[in-house]
């Protein structure tokens, strides 16, 4: 089982990535998908997360109208389109899989499979 995040990059502040989430040896459509993040010194935070039935997407606050996850099961893939990138986005950012409760969504800790990161960096 492998999730290979991917897309990361140096950008000015206001642009935008697209990040991806590639899986091997699981079907991203059996899990709830999450995004994470962490930044130098800082704890991992929850960044955004899609449910395996249904859909429904969650944000953090901190990204809500600019960040989108979506998930494309033919690719086993999971992206999160970044816009209005701010400085205080850069972070290293990481995908894994939960089958957890819906209260846990936004616990790294219910979370598994975590994939390597790929790092963002934004310039103000």
């Known amino acids: 089982v492998q999730l290979q995040a991917s897309g990361g990059g140096l950008v000015q502040a206001g642009g935008s990535l697209r990040l991806s989430c590639a899986a091997s040896g699981l079907a991203v459509g059996n899990y709830d998908m999450g995004w994470f993040r962490q930044a130098p010194g800082k704890e991992r935070e929850f960044v955004a997360a899609?449910?395996?039935?249904?859909?429904?997407?969650y944000y953090a606050d901190s990204v809500k109208g600019r960040f989108t996850i979506a998930r494309v099961n033919i690719e086993n893939t999971v992206y999160l389109q970044m816009n209005s990138l701010k400085a205080e986005d850069s972070a290293v950012y990481h995908c894994?899989?939960?089958?957890?409760?819906?209260?846990?969504?936004?616990?790294?800790?219910?979370?598994?499979?975590w994939g390597q990161g790929t790092l963002v960096t934004v310039s103000s």
């Open positions: 894994a899989t939960t089958r957890s409760v819906l209260s846990a969504i936004r616990d790294p800790v219910s979370y598994s499979n």
């Open positions: 899609i449910r395996r039935s249904g859909g429904a997407t």
